[in-house]
T-cell receptor, first 114, second 114 residues
Framework: AQTVTQSQPEMSVQEAETVTLSCTYD???????LFWYKQPPSRQMILVIR??????QNATENRFSVNFQKAAKSFSLKISDSQLGDAAMYFC???????????FGTGTRLTIIP | NAGVTQTPKFRILKIGQSMTLQCTQD?????MYWYRQDPGMGLKLIYY???????DKGEVPNGYNVSRSTTEDFPLRLELAAPSQTSVYFC?????????????FGPGTRLTVT
């Protein structure tokens, strides 16, 4: 069974600094997708960034980028120039190609210090 | 587009009562999902549907039922509510899973069973 592990329950960062959230996963599959979702206090789940496992190039979306290490089964999220609006729970998620099921990690609560 | 809408936003049930959580999407997505999120945890899949008339169990289906009579609607039924069903429930929808399509989430329903 696939599992997703986020080993940092809480992280904090000064405003305008850079922070990296860790995620590791366990799978025997070679073709899959990885996602980072943000959940602010409003509870709404918002997609931050996605990565296809067959792509070697790391995904980037403005201030958000990932470090995807397929052999190590690692998928970390880097947030540059942190802003107060980045404060939220961040969930890493895995989905096998062609499978409907998203497997989530337990989340990392990110606090931004003004 | 309203996206994925859920009603109600909050509900308190007594043990043994029943209720239906409503979910509607206007994006013409075939795939729909129900998740629950317990405090401090990631989301876990309860049921999903790949199209009208087709549903299947996820990780934690016990105590729940679903139906999918239309593409737009995917209600979740709780029969004989128990305190263990106290959680936040999210409905989501997506396009086909053989691409890196994201799942779009509703705003959630906070359910308390006392």
């Amino acid at each position: 069974a696939q599992t997703v592990t986020q080993s940092q329950p809480e992280m904090s960062v000064q405003e305008a600094e850079t922070v990296t959230l860790s995620c590791t996963y366990d799978t025997s599959e070679s073709d899959y997708y990885l996602f980072w979702y943000k959940q602010p206090p409003s509870r709404q789940m918002i997609l931050v960034i996605r990565q296809e496992a067959y792509k070697q190039q790391n995904a980037t979306e403005n201030r958000f980028s990932v470090n995807f290490q397929k052999a190590a089964k690692s998928f970390s999220l880097k947030i540059s120039d942190s802003q107060l609006g980045d404060a939220a729970m961040y969930f890493c998620a895995y989905r096998f190609f062609g499978n409907e099921k998203l497997t989530f990690g337990t989340g990392t609560r990110l606090t931004i210090i003004p | 587009n309203a996206g994925v809408t859920q009603t109600p936003k909050f509900r308190i049930l007594k043990i043994g009562q029943s209720m239906t959580l409503q979910c509607t999407q206007d994006m013409n997505h075939n795939y729909m999902y129900w998740y629950r999120q317990d405090p401090g945890m990631g989301l876990k899949l309860i049921y999903y549907s790949v199209g009208a008339g087709i549903t299947d169990k996820g990780e934690v289906p016990n105590g729940y039922n679903v139906s999918r009579s239309t593409t737009e609607d995917f209600p979740l039924r709780l029969e004989l509510a128990a305190p263990s069903q106290t959680s936040v429930y999210f409905c989501a929808s997506s396009l086909r899973p053989d691409r890196v399509y994201e799942q779009y989430f509703g705003p959630g329903t906070r359910l308390t069973v006392t």
